[in-house]
């Protein structure tokens, strides 16, 4: 393998997630997995000589697990991978790229897992994957799987809780998504389910069940029903829509949400028919595996209301 492969090869970091990923337009164009950036959070890139920006996803193929981000701030002369266009051969050689567990590289692990490589042979050709038994770990997800020449047979997707079965999206349906740039309506999003448990001076309880939707962890959408539990019988409701704004990166983060907040038939208040939350504050520690497929989050709001 030649080393200067190396250069084309990026590192994603998206919240405390880390993926790999593939310039293949020396504008900046990365050619990543769609896992990796589904979530809508932004996009920080390092390059292989340490420089980092931040990119934007641009076009994604969320069926086939792929997506493009554009990061012009690493061009107009970033090195680049070309696609393949042919399939590689059973038992052909190949080689992943890529950052496996890449947040473990300090300390005595400092020089190893980023950029790291590792070989094996094309186990099987599908109409989507190109099955491989190169060793691939969570942070090599979106990273390129490259033939003797140097160039991308498939984008690392990927793996079986077995032995060496690992998966990567062909290199042709890359390329339809490069000519396409389709870019979906809706580009990734998050969602929580929750619950809410109060009591008053009255000695009412209530208590409500609540789902929050946001996407591209930019606008949210809440909704919450429930009722009395102890005091008067009261049914208990709730719609809200806003816009989020994260501050910082990791796994500790600041969320700000700006919205409005309705809440019908106020059980712990009958005297009160609505009340509309301004703003809400939510400090947070932010859980995710390292293929940023998906995570968790506990965080703590304060919200400051008016009354209608």
Known sequence: MDPS???????????GSSCSGTFVESSGLVLTAYHCVASGA?????????????GRTVAADPAHDLALVEVAALGPNAPVLALRVEDPALGERLWAVGHPFASAASGAMEGTLR??????????????????????????????LLDGAGRIVGVVSRKLAADNISFATRAPLARALL?????????????????????SRTQQVAAAA???????ERVWVRGAVGGTLVGDPTPYAAAALGLRQRLGTGPFSTAVDVGGMIDAAEPLDPSVVARVSLLTVGLGYRWAPLSGAMGA?????LPLHGVW
Request: glycine residues 12%.
């Open 5 to 15: 492969w190396l250069d084309a090869v990026v590192l994603l970091t998206i919240g």
């Open 42 to 54: 932004p996009v920080r890139v390092e390059t292989h000589d340490g420089r980092t920006a931040v």
């Open 115 to 144: 950029w790291s490589v590792t070989e094996g042979v094309a186990s099987a050709v599908g109409a989507t994957f190109v099955q491989t038994d190169a060793a691939l770990n969570p942070g090599n997800s979106g990273g390129p």
């Open 179 to 199: 000519d396409a740039r389709t870019r979906p309506a809706l580009l990734g999003g998050t969602w929580s389910v929750g619950g809410l448990l109060a009591a």
């Open 210 to 216: 609540e789902l929050s939707v946001v996407v591209r």
């Open 297 to 301: 989050e506990l965080s703590f709001s």
